[in-house]
């Protein structure tokens, strides 16, 4: 053992020689800050390092496009041409048909169809056309009547004239003469002038002696004579139409009476008969015609007599509510029960006041339980 404090000097072992290999660096970007972080700087990114081309250089390049030759033959643009017609046509065909409403008596009829449903379907649309047809001659009748400023009462009287004028019996033509002289003396008024056939001192004596003995001209006497008969009919056409719609007010009137008086006695008999809806029902039909030939006044005393007239059958009862499936009406009790229920296999013991037997067995219990479920 070396001695204390006795330094020892340290032996040298020689180190081995490890040959250095030398590992690639890899290559990082310098700061990876710099790069893109989401996926739309990535595509930005990518489109920056795309070269754009100048104004210049895209406007050389089509003008190298539209300077090329076209090799194709005369035959080939043609047909291409044609194509491109076609599509062009389809599509505006396409477009039209979108816009088109559907007709239905116009449109042709699906082939698809049996050939009975085509019939009737041609056989309706034929209907359809007649009918169109009767109602446009007939709305253009009587566009062209209601455009002359006619009114129905003249109207009338150009259809009696009309119907006289035809005839051979002589009474129909002097009715066809006196329409016609009405008529050329109103056109004479209008005109304010004598009209050959026309004589309108007629009914005026004061006016022909006047003439006669010389105190006025014959001329100033129609004058006079026009002008009176223009104020008579004026005021005849006057007090007829303040007449007419006097009576029009008066029958609006009466009809509106007689509808309230009806609905009040409804109201009131549907709360003290109980048949009042049923008799109602029958009688609503025949008395909606008879009104139309009778005066509203006397509305009421139509419907007190029909009413009393009516006779209803009685009622039926209600039917009896159907059983629920698998169960039956009891014949004593009126309850519903299952039906097919089968006889217990053990008497039922009689009703008391113990009630039924208790059972001895958890078997018998089992049992009981059972057959009340049945």
């Known amino acids: 053992m070396p001695p204390e404090n006795e330094v020892v000097p340290a032996v040298e072992t020689p180190a081995e020689e490890t040959p250095a ?7 990082t970007p310098a700061s990876t800050d710099d790069g893109p972080k989401t996926v739309a700087e990535a595509i930005e990114a990518g489109l920056d390092a795309v070269p754009q081309r100048t ?22 643009k043609k047909q291409a041409e044609a194509e491109k017609d076609a599509e062009s046509a389809e599509a505006k065909a396409k477009e039209e048909a979108a816009k088109k409403e559907v007709d ?60 006289a004028f035809h005839s051979s019996d ?3 033509l002097e009715k066809a003469l006196g329409i016609l002289q009405t008529n050329m003396e109103s056109i004479a008024l209008r005109l304010g002038k004598d009209v050959p056939g026309v004589d309108f001192l007629v009914g005026h004596q004061d006016l022909k002696d006047a003439v006669r003995y010389g105190q006025i001209t014959q001329q100033h006497a129609n004058e006079l004579a026009r002008a009176r008969t223009l104020e ?8 007829q139409r303040q007449s007419a719609t006097q ?13 309230t008086e009806l609905n009040n006695l409804g109201a009131q008999l549907s709360k003290t008969d109980p048949d009042y809806q049923r008799k109602y029902d029958l009688i609503v039909g025949p008395l909606s015609a008879a009104f139309v030939h009778i005066p509203p006044s006397q509305w ?28 039956v009406r009891d014949a004593k009790t009126g309850q519903f029960v ?7 296999i053990r008497p039922v013991q009689p009703s008391g006041t113990g009630g039924p037997a208790a059972p001895k067995s958890a078997r018998e219990a089992l049992d009981f339980a059972l057959d009340n479920l049945r």
Request: aromatic share 4%.
């Open 247 to 259: 009576a029009e007010t008066a029958a609006k009137a009466e009809k509106d009476a007689a509808i």
């Open 232 to 239: 008579a009919r004026t005021k005849s056409y006057n007090e």
């Open 170 to 172: 002589p009474k129909m």
């Open 55 to 76: 104004k210049q250089e895209v406007d050389k390049a089509s003008e190298k496009v539209e300077g090329e030759k076209d090799t194709r033959t005369e035959e080939e």
């Open 300 to 327: 009421r005393a139509a419907f007190d007599k029909a009413y009393a007239a009516v006779k209803v059958p009685a009622a039926a009862p209600a039917p009896a509510a159907e059983p629920p499936p698998g169960m």
């Open 104 to 163: 239905h008596v116009n449109d042709p009829i699906p082939k698809e169809l049996k050939e009975a449903t085509q019939e009737r379907i041609r056989s309706l649309i034929g209907y359809v056309k007649e009918r169109d047809e009767a109602l446009q001659v007939q709305g253009n009748l009587i566009s062209a009547i209601q455009g002359t400023g006619t009114t129905a009462e003249e109207f009338a009287s150009m259809i009696q004239y009309l119907e």
């Open 338 to 344: 299952k039906a097919n229920k089968p006889t217990p």
């Open 21 to 27: 290999v030398e590992t690639p660096a890899a290559e």
